[in-house]
């Protein structure tokens, strides 16, 4: 099971930019697609983005398109989410996880990790 770590979250005005790292321990990180989602308080987990285990493939929300790009380096296990042009309402806790590309989202297999925090100011 993959330990994953996320790092990279902060205050930041709207249109600024942000770069979220999710750091992945076990030798299974290439092995897996991975994704990013996020959660604002009372509200359920949502989706942001997905990429498979070879990054030749990529899913997104519609509410990021064109704004956010998901990556990855199976050399380092790391998971990377570069965040542009942010909005108030990408405020969030952004949480990494392994899981299946389906449906044009990723379904966690339950592995996550602790989040970080984005505050976008306005």
């Known amino acids: 099971q993959l330990q994953l770590v996320e790092s990279g979250g902060g205050l930041v005005q709207a249109g600024g930019s942000l770069r979220l790292s999710c750091a992945a321990s076990g030798r299974t990180f290439r092995s897996y697609a991975m994704g990013w989602f996020r959660q604002t308080p009372g509200k359920e987990r949502e989706f942001v983005a997905a990429?498979?285990?070879?990054?030749?493939?990529?899913y997104y929300a519609d509410s990021v398109k064109d704004r956010f790009t998901i990556s990855r380096d199976n050399v380092r296990n790391t998971l990377y989410l570069q965040m542009n042009s942010l909005k108030p309402e990408d405020t969030a806790v952004y949480y990494c996880t392994a899981g299946g590309m389906e449906g044009g989202a990723l379904r966690s297999y339950g592995s996550w990790g602790q989040g970080t925090q984005v505050t976008v100011s306005s």
């Open positions: 990429i498979s285990w070879s990054g030749g493939l990529t």
